[in-house]
Nanobody, 119 residues
Framework: VQLQASGGGLVQAGGSLRLSCAVS????????TGWYRQAPGKQRELVAS???????NYGGSVKDRFTIFRDNAKSTVDLQMNSLKAEDTGVYYC??????????????WGQGTEVTVSS
C-alpha cells in the first residue's frame, strides 16, 4: 500500500484548506484510513480517521471544523479543514491500516504535507 498526500500550504487563520491522499497498491486490504499531524516539538496525533464501514473519529481539537471524506471508488481520503487556527500548524500525514504480505494489519504512512496557519 502506497499513500501520496497533497494539498498543504500557507493559509491565514480562519481560512480553509483541503488535503487529499491517494491510496494505491493492495487497496482491498485497507481497513482504516485517516490523517495525523505533528506540530514542531510535539508528538504525532490523530486528526481524523474513517473505517471501511464509515465509522468516523475526530481528534478533540478539530471536531466541528474538519471533515474527513473517503471515496472507495477513487481510492482517496480527503480532509476538509475550515476555520483554521494557528495551533493547526504542522505536518499532516495520511495513514492507512492494511494487511501486509503475512496478512497481519500494519500502519502505512504517506510522506507528509505541511500546513502553516498564520495568525
Amino acid at each position: 500500500v502506497q499513500l501520496q498526500a497533497s494539498g498543504g500550504g500557507l493559509v491565514q487563520a480562519g481560512g480553509s484548506l483541503r488535503l487529499s491522499c491517494a491510496v494505491s497498491g493492495n487497496i482491498f486490504s485497507v481497513n482504516n484510513t485517516g490523517w495525523y499531524r505533528q506540530a514542531p516539538g510535539k508528538q504525532r496525533e490523530l486528526v481524523a480517521s474513517i473505517t471501511s464501514g464509515r465509522i468516523i473519529n475526530y481528534g478533540g481539537s478539530v471536531k466541528d471544523r474538519f471533515t474527513i471524506f473517503r471515496d472507495n471508488a477513487k481510492s482517496t481520503v480527503d480532509l476538509q479543514m475550515n476555520s483554521l487556527k494557528a495551533e493547526d500548524t504542522g505536518v499532516y500525514y495520511c495513514n492507512a491500516v492494511a494487511r501486509d504480505a503475512t496478512f497481519a494489519f500494519r500502519d502505512y504512512w504517506g510522506q507528509g504535507t505541511e500546513v502553516t496557519v498564520s495568525s
